[in-house]
């Protein structure tokens, strides 16, 4: 399939895969956009702005293919279809860097049966149709060793990271709940967050690496999942609500991601994150209030529909949009009785729009979106909508950009309260017993009480 035609190109005037000049204004019906790769609107103020340096890349065994050090299984798959040679256990190798380049040295030198199984695929089948693969495990005592010696070197740098952080009071962290800042040593952060909240990740002593466990951990309750089922919410109260009410305050003991957070897993080969959970760990008090009222929330930053204004309330973009665009979202939520999934798919649908620089009032493709936006603009294209069943569609349940915030500040409409009723699942609301003494005086039951003596 021929690669898409970029924005870039386009800025620049090039011809398209069908070798025509395309410019401002040139419907594209006939060939389907696609966005092949997840897409993330641009951080704020807020965000990440340094680039940390990249790891260095680790080479084949066998060729000069390279790929980065934290993207390992690329190099692995690499390795299966040009070399036909698999590693066993990977995941136990402690340094996979160093243990690539010792092989690579060890198969320059001598062939590769010699420290290799070789596994026939096709036995029965004719002899141009078999083919041999290379099995490197750790059954060759030369590969055991070195497994051994790189897992002992890991277990030393694990240490004396370990002790560093220990002994370290420039700590600097923030509570994942209520906000708020520590200084000093990680254990003060880290108790806090066990005594005052209930979530207790282990000992400090059994932690290395605290402060990129904690970004690990803050990562993905900014993104709406729960720690420990690992289920996305749509907004921070359900997740907090769902938290609370499944006991779910603390993380899933089955995820190998944590594994390199906990010293016991660096002790020995193929020792798991579960064994932790066997450790004698400090009890909570049984007492202890079952109340995550004081977990603040962060503020949302949500980016308009078509330019890069952001806002952190979901009044404020949508008094921009409409000021600035001409876009009404609630009025377009009230006409159309837009119920939460729907809106979703809404915003999905002009998101994608809007980066593919179509106009989706017009269908007209231009050069780049500060060019659609002044069409739309002008042509009051952007409350033109098209009909419902082009974008109430199930493609558009997945967000064009995966860290689209105002997906997270979309609420229900009223709408779905009346289609509950028409359902029969009506709202039931109950008396204020505040005034419990007053309920009784007036009560209809009394009226009841009386006639019925009265008939006896």
Known sequence: MAAPWTQEAAARGEEGGDGHRRGAGVGDEDSPDCILQPLSLPEGPGGSSSISEAPPSVPCIFCEERVPAAEQDKLLKHMIIEHKTVIADVRLVADFPRYILYWRKRFAEQPITDFCSV??????????????????????????????????????????????????????????????????????????????????IGLPDNIVNCSEFLCTLQKKLDNLQCLYCEKTFRDKNTLKDHMRKKQHRRINPKNREYDRFYVINYLELGKSWEEVQSEDDRELPDHQEDDWSDWEGRPVSAVCLFCEKRAETMETLCVHMEDAHGFDLPKIKLELGLNFYQQVKLVNFIRRQVHQCRCYGCHVKFNSRADLRTHMEEAKHTSLLPEVKTWDQPEYYFPTYENDSLLCTLSDSESDLTAQGHNGNVTIISEDTSKLQALKQSSVLNQLLLHECLKN
Do not use: W
């Not at 099995?135 to 060759?140: G, I, Y």
């Not at 209520?178 to 003060?188: D, H, I, P, T, W």
């Open 119 to 200: 596994i026939r695929i096709n036995s029965t089948a004719p002899l141009e149709e078999q083919d041999n693969y290379f099995l490197l495990c750790d059954v060759l005592p030369e590969d055991r060793v070195l497994r051994e010696e790189l897992q002992k070197q890991r277990l030393k740098e694990i240490l004396e990271q370990q002790h560093q952080e220990r002994n370290d009071n420039s700590f600097r962290g923030m509570c994942m709940f209520c906000n708020e800042e520590f200084l000093g040593n990680r254990s003060v952060l880290l108790n806090h967050m066990a005594r005052e909240h209930a979530f207790n």
